[in-house]
């Protein structure tokens, strides 16, 4: 018997960590399909991300974000990214819990260069570096609660990163290290 179809593996993370960029080359990689919430998002409302917020507000942003995600965590069998404000819903966490949820991490520097432009709207404007800083300082401790596995981002390149979650995901231990076993 078979159970429902439940994600290979889910990324979370602040803005530029890369969860979209890492996430469809772990999908490759992995040989399975590959969706990224803020996609589905725009596909299902017809709209971009920054006229959401700027017509529905953050909250309603929130809703349509958890309501997609939702749906997406019921039937879909890959790697699925989500936006860096995803964890903020209390059941998107819990419907996170017992998955291989991936928290890709990033200096605050780095994180901020790599955020810059408009399809980003909550970092838009003003002091990015600060914005950005209490975001992490908010939001970490929810990446943390819902992670399996931490992989850091800072200074390595994607290939690197995906050879570790695969590592990871293939032997079942959240902490291995690579030089350790098969590369
Ligand atoms: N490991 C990496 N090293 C350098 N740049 C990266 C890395 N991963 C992603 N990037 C770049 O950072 C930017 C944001 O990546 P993205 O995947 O959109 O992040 P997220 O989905 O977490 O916000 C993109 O320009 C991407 O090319
Ligand atoms: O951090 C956030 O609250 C957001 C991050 C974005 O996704 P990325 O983390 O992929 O940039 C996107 O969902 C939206 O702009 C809100
Ligand atoms: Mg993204």
Do not use: C
Not at 36 to 51: F, M, N, Q, T, V
Not at 155 to 183: A, N, Q
């Amino acid at each position: 018997m078979t159970g429902p179809a439940r994600p290979v593996a889910v990324l979370v993370g602040p803005p530029g960590a890369g969860k979209t960029t890492i996430g469809r080359k772990l999908a490759r990689r992995m040989e399975v399909p590959f969706l990224d919430a803020d996609h589905l998002i725009e596909e299902s409302e017809g709209r971009s991300i920054p006229d959401i917020f700027a017509s529905d507000g953050e909250p309603g942003f929130r809703r349509i974000e958890e309501q997609v995600i939702g749906e997406t965590l019921e039937s879909f069998n890959g790697v699925l990214s989500l936006g860096g404000g995803a964890v903020l819903s209390p059941l998107t966490r819990e419907r996170l819990r017992d998955l291989r949820v991936v928290h890709l991490t990033i200096g605050v520097a780095e994180g901020v260069r790599r955020s810059r432009g408009p399809g980003r709207p909550l970092l838009a404007g003003g002091d990015a570096t600060a914005k950005y800083q209490a975001l992490l300082t908010e939001r970490s401790p929810l990446y943390r609660e819902v992670a399996w596995t931490t992989v850091t981002t800072e200074r390595r390149s994607s290939g690197k990163v995906v050879s570790d979650i695969v590592d990871r995901l293939e032997s079942g231990d959240p902490h291995r290290r690579r030089g350790g076993g098969r590369r």
